[in-house]
């Protein structure tokens, strides 16, 4: 219906939305009165059907096609989906909300370039680094795939020297199980940001008054901290070296 609404013009393409949302009217009236209850996942699949048969009509091709794929697919995945959203906690759902708005929101609206004594802070850089920390792209996760490999490496070594002591510790009744914690938090987010621009800073002003030594020994120091936040420092600066 909606395809045909498009191929004959604007005024029938509204005409057959028009159509489609009496019909979303009646099934929901109906539902109401026999399960009590209401059809919104299936008005919304309706709707979406209908605009994408008016595009198609426009002789739109790729939007459509891809609107309807994405559609089938939320629909075929409604139950994982449905259980994967009410299986996450509020804390862990507040704190990846307000990450992705503080993404969406306060890293456009910060300067670009550096900033302050010497110029010595990059506050774009510090953020993205937190957000790229807080959600590893595939690109980064490729490019540091030598690293990653060696240090799994490392600690399989470590794993298998002690695995006889951990299976024993595991098999006594009163093993205490070890905690995990949400995957999601903003805190963490924020420290380790705070952590990467002290280091760079600092990192900064010992490079510029001691040299590279001092530049090593801040970044090994800060590296029993956080080796993150000071492989981070020291890979920007390393990057913006005149």
């Known amino acids: 219906m909606g ?5 004959l013009g ?12 009496v019909l979303i009217v009646f099934l929901n009236l109906q539902t109401l009165r026999t399960e009590q209850t209401t059809e919104l996942t299936t008005s919304a699949a309706m709707l979406v059907t209908c605009f994408a048969g008016i595009l198609c009509g426009q002789g739109h091709t790729r939007v459509p096609a891809a609107a309807m794929v994405i559609t089938a697919a939320l629909l075929a995945w409604k139950q994982p989906l449905s259980g994967f959203s009410l299986g996450l906690t509020k804390k862990e759902l507040h704190s990846a909300l307000t990450l992705a708005n ?6 456009p609206a910060l300067p670009e370039g550096t900033i302050g004594p010497h110029a010595f802070i990059a506050p774009r850089q510090a953020w993205l680094t937190v957000l790229l920390i807080a959600g590893i792209a595939p690109a980064a996760l490729i490019s540091a795939g030598v690293s990653f490999i060696s240090m799994l490496i490392v600690c399989a070594l470590f794993l298998l020297s002690g695995i006889g002591r951990h299976i024993a510790r595991a098999e006594t009744p009163d093993a205490a199980p070890f905690p995990l914690t949400s995957p999601f938090s903003l805190w963490v987010a924020i ?8 280091l760079q800073v600092l990192g900064n002003l010992a490079q510029q ?13 800060g590296g029993l ?4 936040s000071s492989l981070a420092a020291a890979a920007s600066l390393t990057a913006h070296r005149p």
Do not use: D, H, N, P
């Open 102 to 107: 503080l993404a969406i929101v306060i890293y």
């Open 225 to 228: 901290a956080s080796s993150a």
């Open 3 to 7: 395809t045909i609404g498009g191929a």
């Open 209 to 221: 008054s001691a040299g590279q030594g001092a530049f090593y020994l801040v970044s090994f120091l």
């Open 191 to 198: 420290k380790y940001g705070s952590f990467f621009v002290f």
């Open 10 to 21: 604007e005024y029938f393409a509204l005409m057959s939305l028009l159509l489609t949302a």
